[in-house]
């Protein structure tokens, strides 16, 4: 597997041209490490792991998932759930996903747990895709291990049950909840200013990784 590429790069002061006439410290413009956050931009640390401004790499993704890389990798090549913040080209990027993405990874592989076909499992992710985020923790994904449907009020899932189709349910609020806890516990990617949190979670392999070149 080629690296990651997610390596933190140290940013130095920029240089600047400065006029002749500066004679003193005080006349200097002061200097900031780059990327910056802009005026008026809340600082990353106070953004909810489900904010627009972030993003998470592949790795994060994983752990918060529980799937391996390569389910990551092979999903995304074979378009059944590509990084919907930045994808992998130019080859010089690294893949990116939103909040979003990683709740519909980590559903994605329950739904192959519950032995969902791949193809049922396409149509839900394009769904669940097109839903108002908003929308999406009120929803209870049942499935009887070849059928998903979407439940909307417990009458629903209940007259599913009484019909004996449903016998796998996936209450999507429960998985967003678990979700923010873990992803508030491990590094992000600011989506406009590429500023990058790293949390040192066990469970971080980047966070483990920096760790070790230190």
């Not at 997610?6 to 780059?34: I, K, N, Y």
């Not at 931009?41 to 790499?57: K, V």
């Not at 994060?60 to 990084?83: F, V």
């Not at 985020?133 to 449907?149: E, F, I, K, R, S």
């Amino acid at each position: 597997m080629s690296s990651t590429g997610d390596d933190a790069v140290v940013g130095g002061l920029c240089a600047v041209h400065l006029p002749r006439t500066a004679s003193t410290v005080t006349d200097l413009p002061r200097l900031g490490r780059f990327p910056a956050v802009q005026a008026g931009q809340p600082a990353i640390e106070q953004l909810a792991p489900t904010s627009e401004l972030l993003g998470f790499r592949g790795p994060t993704a994983c752990a918060a998932a529980g799937i391996t890389y390569r389910q990551l990798d092979y999903w995304a090549r074979t378009g059944l759930l590509e990084p919907s913040v930045r994808t992998p080209y130019p080859a010089t990027s690294q893949r990116l996903y939103s909040f979003r993405d990683v709740l519909l990874l980590k559903i994605v592989k329950r739904l192959l747990d519950a032995g969902v076909s791949l193809q049922n499992i396409r149509v839900a992710v394009a769904h669940l895709q097109a839903a108002e985020q908003a929308d999406l923790a009120g929803l209870t994904l049942m499935c009887d291990g070849a059928t998903v449907y979407e439940c909307t009020t417990p009458q629903q899932v209940v007259d599913l049950l009484k019909g004996g189709q449903g016998v796998f349910g996936i209450a999507v609020g429960a998985v967003w909840q678990e979700l923010e806890l873990v992803l508030g516990r491990l590094h992000a990617e600011r989506t406009d200013t590429g500023e990058t949190l790293v949390r040192n979670d066990p469970a971080d392999e980047l966070a483990q990784r920096r760790n070790r070149a230190v």
